[in-house]
């Protein structure tokens, strides 16, 4: 089955103890992202990649790092969460680019993963 | 300015109604426009692609105005099924994918 997963689904922490989110996608999609979502201002895109070795600042990066050594995978890291980064996260991935076509009317459709509830107390 | 805006909502409309939400972006130079699909809090799931010739996929329309920056969705004879939130999502023309806050929609029978 296609899908993306994300790993944990819930987790509550503590301020400053480092965490990993994993990302992982069996569709060989070029495009990986991650995005948080809080009340009132939708998902925000927090990193994103276009291929292995190459990932780019999102609009709120501050705080997260991502690497992506395969292409299947795009891991999360938060180094010292803090209560700011309660949130719910969510990892999604699709072909290069995430892109609509006017003239052929095709497009590239991002694929989410469940989300994770992350709380940092 | 927010680089994508939508009006939060909530709509709360009768089962077989016609609703509307517009969705308006800041950066020209975008091309590319989505409306996902939310319940409650679950993963975005795309509804459709948004083209400069407009697109239908049944009850649902989506129409893009270039000049005055903003894309549309229109759903007729809404169905209790229709309830969630609709997120307006605009590529910012370099990968870079920025989403609107997302519109409540209920239908109510």
């Known amino acids: 089955e296609a899908q993306v997963t994300q790993n944990p689904r819930y987790l509550i922490t503590v301020t400053g103890k480092k965490l990993t989110v994993t990302c992982s996608q069996n569709?060989?999609?070029?495009?990986m992202s991650w995005y948080r979502q809080d009340p009132g201002l939708g998902l925000r895109q927090i990193y994103y990649s276009m291929n292995v070795e190459v990932t780019d600042k999102g609009d709120v990066p501050e705080g997260y790092k991502v690497s992506r050594k395969e292409k299947r995978n795009f891991p999360l890291i938060l180094e010292s969460p803090s209560p700011n980064q309660t949130s719910l996260y969510f990892c999604a991935s699709s072909f290069l680019p995430p892109e609509s076509d006017h003239i052929t009317r095709s497009y590239n459709e991002q694929f989410f993963g469940p989300g994770t509830r992350l709380t940092v107390l | 300015r927010k680089e994508v805006e939508q009006d939060p909502g909530p709509f709360n409309v009768p089962e077989g109604a016609t609703v509307a939400f517009n969705c308006t972006y800041s950066?020209?130079?975008?091309?590319?426009f989505f409306w996902y699909r939310q319940d409650c809090r679950k993963e975005p799931k795309l509804l459709m692609s948004?083209?400069?010739s407009g697109n239908e996929d049944g009850r649902f329309t989506a129409q893009l105005n270039r000049a005055s920056q903003y894309i549309s969705l229109l759903i007729r004879d809404s169905k209790l099924s229709d309830s969630a939130t609709y997120l307006c999502?605009?590529?910012?023309?370099?990968?870079?994918?920025?989403f609107g806050a997302g519109t409540r929609l209920t239908v109510k029978p």
């Open positions: 569709m060989n999609h070029e495009y």
């Open positions: 950066n020209s130079a975008s091309q590319s």
């Open positions: 948004v083209y400069s």
């Open positions: 999502v605009v590529n910012m023309n370099n990968n870079d994918m920025r």
